[in-house]
């Protein structure tokens, strides 16, 4: 599912807000052009790990506990 379908499904659910997360300019410059090149997968892990700082920042901004479904906090 594409981002923009994914964004278009979740507002049509009642989404107030839709948070994208995807790999960053140094992050797929970590992976390089060779997705199994194992030599890659430390340092495009450590590129992930740094990112998630401000992606949890990005979430907490927005979401709210009990929100999911059901009112899962999923």
Do not use: C, H
Not at 12 to 33: H, K, N, S
Not at 62 to 72: A, F, L, N, T, Y
Request: hydrophobic letters at 35%; proline letters at 5%.
């Amino acid at each position: 599912m594409s981002r923009s379908t994914g964004g278009r499904r979740a507002a049509a659910d009642g989404a107030r807000t839709v948070v994208t997360i995807g790999p960053d300019a140094e992050t797929v410059r970590a992976f390089g052009a060779d997705l199994n090149d194992r030599a890659n997968w430390g340092p495009a892990y450590r590129a992930g790990r740094d990112r998630a700082a401000a992606a949890a920042e990005r979430l907490r901004s927005v979401w709210k506990p009990g929100s999911g479904p059901g009112g899962s906090q999923v």
